[in-house]
Each structure stands twice: as structure tokens, then as C-alpha cells.
């Protein structure tokens, strides 16, 4: 069985026990939307291994976009920009790294626990008509029969446990070295500032992904940091977004694997939504349609219940 190990420090090299960390600014940025603190989450329950239930939670803004990431000591690399506006390319690559380490610690976490894989006894949970389905059709299916047998099957339960930990902790070498290899562009990247409502990018013949962003000159009052899955072909990929509020302005980052790239209609669609104020904010809210982990203006779902007073969300404080 694998140990997947969630308490170091995401900084490359780092040893150090992690701390929690905000993906995005408490002071400046969760602040600017919050009402007395707090704001309102969309964290769904999970009510089964494949399904979640919508649900909308009252949470302080000391825990929003918060999870354990980095160590006290690498925390400090982030201090201009949990002080000041992201305001030049070296901000934006810095919040991005900062963004895709706090969405995977949280996404792996979730992970581990939904499936127990650092339990060193859970592979017992594993039912002999799994371990049936497992063996089928690969080259130890005449092992099936002998799952009546206790040893066999325990034997049948260790494996499976140990291909899913295998397969989780090397998303988590590739995810790893992705960060590095951002870390690194923050680090060498030229700083240029970043102009007002004008759809940006940043890529390098290198690096295989593509940096997208956008400052509006007025606020959106939600705060969001989270990992899209999809497909590319026969290919998973993964889109890293974020949204960072601030009093009078909005900074949208998001980062694609450069094989979406190819898709002449996904990239028109992507033009469009940054050509007016209005598609921003419907641009926003289409990747909130298909995410967790957003952090949203009290007020703003208050005037959604008055809305929608058969929404299929329920609160926690109704």
C-alpha cells in the first residue's frame, strides 16, 4: 500500500510540515465581499462514492479557500500579493501557482478520503462481487473461483488498494512537477503590468500549458479557486481557474493544457466571453455552474432564494 503524504510543505524541496493556506487573499480580496466576515460556500455532500448533494454553507472568510498547503516559512512568498492588488505578469504567475496548490491539496484530500486509501485496513470493505468484477477479463480471471476462499480474497482486496493508491499518488508526481515548473516561470518571468479589461496570455515554447487573464475594473463579488475536469480526445485534462476580488476590480486567471488549444470553437468561445462586461460575469458564472469550491456575497444569495424560492440548493441555515 502507498502512503500518500498530505502534511509537507507543497514548496519544491520543502520538508517542512504544511500549514493552511488561502488560495486567495483573506485581507484584500475575501474581505472586500464579505458581510461581517463571512461569506457563502457551494460545497456539495457527497452522498455516495459517484454523487453529491448541492448544498450552500455559511463560512468564515478565515476559512474560505483555505486548506493545508504550505509551511509557515513559504507562506512569506506570497506576501505581496496577499497585501497588494495582482498587478503585473510575476503577481499573476505567483497566484496561479499559489491557486492550482491549494486546489490539488484540497482535490487529493478529498480523494484519500473517499476512498480511505491511507487506511491500511479498509482494502477488508472491498466486496468479493468487486474483486469478482476486478479479475474479469484480465489475465488472473481464473482466480475468480477461489474468491470464496478468505486468503485469496484478502489477497485479490490488497492489490486493488494498492493499483488505486499507485494510480492517485502518480497524479500526484505530475501535478507536482507542473508546479515546479510554474514556481519556476514566477521566478524568471519579466514583470510587465497588467492593463484593464483586456484579455491577456502568457505561454512559453517550453511548457505545455497556457495562462489566460483578464482584470475588470469593477468587482464581482465571488471568490473562487477550482480544478475543471474534462477531456481532450481519448486525453483527461485539467483547467486550473481562479477569480480574486477586490473593492473596485476583479482579477480572472485561468491556465489549459495547450492540446485544447486546437479547438477553434473553444478558443472563439473563450474571446467572447471577455468582450463586454456582461459575458465576464456570465463567463464567471459558467465556471461556477460546473465547480465547487466557490465563495459568494451573502447578500447576492439572498436575492437568489427571493429569486428562487424552489431552488434545488439548500442552505445550511435552512
Request: charged fraction near 25%.
Given at each position: 500500500?502507498?502512503?500518500?503524504?498530505?502534511?509537507?510543505?507543497?514548496?519544491?524541496?520543502?520538508?517542512?510540515?504544511?500549514v493552511k493556506s488561502h488560495a486567495i487573499s483573506?485581507?484584500?480580496?475575501?474581505?472586500?465581499?464579505?458581510?461581517?466576515?463571512?461569506?457563502?460556500?457551494?460545497?456539495?455532500?457527497?452522498?455516495?462514492?459517484?454523487?453529491?448533494?448541492?448544498?450552500?454553507?455559511?463560512?468564515?472568510?478565515?476559512?474560505?479557500?483555505?486548506?493545508?498547503?504550505?509551511?509557515?516559512?513559504?507562506?512569506?512568498?506570497?506576501?505581496?500579493?496577499?497585501?497588494?492588488?495582482?498587478?503585473?505578469?510575476?503577481?499573476?504567475?505567483?497566484?496561479?501557482?499559489?491557486?492550482?496548490?491549494?486546489?490539488?491539496?484540497?482535490?487529493?484530500?478529498?480523494?484519500?478520503?473517499?476512498?480511505?486509501?491511507?487506511?491500511?485496513?479498509?482494502?477488508?470493505?472491498?466486496?468479493?462481487?468487486?474483486?469478482?468484477?476486478?479479475?474479469?477479463?484480465?489475465?488472473?480471471?481464473?482466480?475468480?473461483?477461489?474468491?470464496?476462499?478468505?486468503?485469496?480474497?484478502?489477497?485479490?482486496?490488497?492489490?486493488?488498494?494498492?493499483?488505486?493508491?499507485?494510480?492517485?499518488?502518480?497524479?500526484?508526481?505530475?501535478?507536482?512537477?507542473?508546479?515546479?515548473?510554474?514556481?519556476?516561470?514566477?521566478?524568471?518571468?519579466?514583470?510587465?503590468?497588467?492593463?484593464?479589461?483586456?484579455?491577456?496570455?502568457?505561454?512559453?515554447?517550453?511548457?505545455?500549458?497556457?495562462?489566460?487573464?483578464?482584470?475588470?475594473?469593477?468587482?464581482?463579488?465571488?471568490?473562487?479557486?477550482?480544478?475543471?475536469?474534462?477531456?481532450?480526445?481519448?486525453?483527461?485534462?485539467?483547467?486550473?481557474?481562479?477569480?480574486?476580488?477586490?473593492?473596485?476590480?476583479?482579477?480572472?486567471?485561468?491556465?489549459?493544457?495547450?492540446?485544447?488549444?486546437?479547438?477553434?470553437?473553444?478558443?472563439?468561445?473563450?474571446?467572447?466571453?471577455?468582450?463586454?462586461?456582461?459575458?465576464?460575469?456570465?463567463?464567471?458564472?459558467?465556471?461556477?455552474?460546473?465547480?465547487?469550491?466557490?465563495?459568494?456575497?451573502?447578500?447576492?444569495?439572498?436575492?437568489?432564494?427571493?429569486?428562487?424560492?424552489?431552488?434545488?440548493?439548500?442552505?445550511?441555515?435552512?
Open positions: 500500500m502507498t502512503v500518500i503524504d498530505t502534511r509537507k510543505c507543497m514548496y519544491p524541496n520543502c520538508f517542512e510540515n504544511n483573506r485581507s484584500i480580496s475575501l474581505e472586500s465581499i464579505a458581510e461581517d466576515s463571512h461569506l457563502y460556500s457551494f460545497v456539495p455532500r457527497q452522498n455516495s462514492r459517484d454523487t453529491k448533494q448541492p448544498w450552500l454553507k455559511r463560512v468564515s472568510t478565515n476559512k474560505a479557500t483555505r486548506h493545508h498547503c504550505f509551511c509557515d516559512t513559504h507562506e512569506e512568498e506570497f506576501k505581496n500579493i496577499d497585501n497588494h492588488e495582482i498587478e503585473n505578469t510575476k503577481d499573476v504567475l505567483l497566484q496561479v501557482y499559489r491557486s492550482l496548490c491549494v486546489a490539488f491539496a484540497q482535490e487529493r484530500s478529498s480523494m484519500i478520503n473517499l476512498h480511505r486509501l491511507n487506511d491500511a485496513k479498509f482494502y477488508r470493505d472491498i466486496s468479493a462481487e468487486k474483486a469478482e468484477e476486478f479479475l474479469r477479463g484480465s489475465e488472473y480471471q481464473e482466480l475468480i473461483p477461489l474468491l470464496t476462499e478468505p486468503k485469496a480474497l484478502e489477497i485479490v482486496q490488497k492489490k486493488m488498494m494498492f493499483l488505486l493508491s499507485e494510480k492517485i499518488d502518480g497524479e500526484c508526481v505530475v501535478f507536482e512537477n507542473l508546479a515546479i515548473r510554474v514556481k519556476l516561470l514566477s521566478d524568471t518571468i519579466e514583470s510587465k503590468e497588467i492593463p484593464y479589461n483586456e484579455l491577456q496570455t502568457i505561454s512559453f515554447e517550453s511548457f505545455d500549458h497556457t495562462i489566460f487573464y483578464y482584470k475588470a475594473d469593477f468587482q464581482i463579488p465571488v471568490a473562487l479557486n477550482t480544478i475543471q475536469h474534462g477531456r481532450a480526445g481519448s486525453t483527461e485534462v485539467r483547467v486550473y481557474t481562479s477569480v480574486t476580488p477586490y473593492p473596485e476590480s476583479t482579477v480572472i486567471i485561468s491556465m489549459l493544457p495547450n492540446s485544447l488549444l486546437g479547438d477553434q470553437v473553444l478558443v472563439d468561445k473563450i474571446n467572447d466571453y471577455f468582450s463586454s462586461e456582461h459575458k465576464v460575469v456570465k463567463y464567471v458564472e459558467s465556471v461556477m455552474s460546473t465547480s465547487d469550491g466557490w465563495f459568494v456575497k451573502e447578500s447576492v444569495i439572498k436575492k437568489w432564494q427571493k429569486k428562487r424560492k424552489n431552488s434545488f440548493v439548500r442552505t445550511a441555515c435552512s
